[in-house]
């Protein structure tokens, strides 16, 4: 749990980033600059209300004080420093019995939610993401080769330069590469809500 203090201090540290006063921040959230201070200095912790409106006030999403994670607010993941593990369950389907390779390709700013997936599969291959938010958005671009996306059993074509993008309303996904070449897909997904 994020204490107040580094909730006061992001809130500061932001303000003072925008050249804002107390002022400032009190004429766009209606909370005086007393309580912001004291917000600020870890003496007194937001209510949920207050924050949402100070963090309105900084043009910023509320989570982006409350990240629990220690992230920049711009990150550049180089190959070499992309987090490891494969960061997105994948189940075999049983189609094919290639190699599927995922990679992580980013490591996450503060308060974002954005994530985003390389996905390479053998010609013949087929796999399924698990556990997808159940409230979110997923992007699927094909950046090689060919295959099918299977979105509720509906066989959707996918080539190179192919995108879909779509609600996760507990749709039921799997990718299938196809039959004589991999297929290389980049998925990008956001759950619309904080990554713990």
Same mark, same amino acid.
């Given at each position: 749990?994020? /204490?107040?203090?580094?909730?006061?201090? #992001?809130? !500061?540290?932001?303000?003072?980033?925008? #050249?804002?006063?107390?002022?400032?921040?009190?004429?766009?959230?209606?909370?005086? =600059?007393?309580?912001? /201070?004291?917000?600020?200095? @870890? #003496?007194?912790?937001?209510?949920?209300?207050?924050?949402?409106?100070?963090?309105?006030?900084?043009?910023?999403?509320? /989570?982006?004080?409350?990240?629990?994670?220690?992230?920049?607010?711009?990150?550049?993941?180089?190959?070499?420093?992309?987090?490891? @593990?494969?960061?997105?369950?994948?189940?075999?389907?049983?189609?094919?019995?290639?190699?599927?390779?995922?990679?992580?390709?980013? #490591?996450?700013?503060?308060?974002? !939610?954005?994530?985003?997936?390389?996905?390479?599969?053998?010609?013949?291959?087929?796999?399924?993401?698990?556990?997808?938010?159940?409230?979110?958005?997923?992007?699927?671009?094909?950046?090689?080769?060919?295959?099918?996306?299977?979105?509720?059993?509906?066989?959707?074509?996918?080539?190179?330069?192919? =995108?879909?993008?779509?609600?996760?309303?507990?749709?039921?996904?799997?990718?299938?590469?196809?039959?004589?070449?991999?297929?290389?897909?980049?998925?990008?997904?956001?759950?619309?809500?904080?990554?713990?």
């Amino acid at each position: 749990m994020v /204490s107040k203090e580094l909730v006061g201090s #992001r809130i !500061r540290q932001i303000r003072l980033a925008q #050249r804002k006063t107390l002022k400032d921040v009190e004429a766009r959230s209606g909370f005086s =600059s007393t309580h912001i /201070s004291e917000i600020e200095r @870890g #003496r007194t912790s937001p209510t949920i209300g207050a924050l949402i409106r100070i963090a309105h006030a900084l043009d910023k999403d509320p /989570s982006y004080f409350i990240e629990e994670r220690e992230l920049e607010e711009v990150c550049i993941t180089s190959p070499e420093n992309r987090p490891g @593990g494969p960061g997105l369950d994948l189940k075999a389907v049983g189609h094919g019995d290639g190699e599927v390779r995922v990679e992580s390709l980013t #490591r996450g700013v503060l308060g974002g !939610r954005l994530l985003a997936f390389d996905l390479n599969l053998d010609p013949g291959t087929e796999v399924a993401p698990q556990k997808l938010p159940e409230n979110g958005d997923i992007c699927l671009v094909c950046v090689g080769g060919e295959g099918t996306v299977l979105l509720d059993g509906k066989p959707v074509p996918f080539t190179q330069g192919s =995108s879909l993008h779509f609600c996760v309303d507990d749709a039921a996904l799997s990718i299938r590469a196809g039959e004589q070449q991999p297929c290389r897909v980049i998925i990008f997904v956001d759950p619309k809500e904080a990554i713990a």
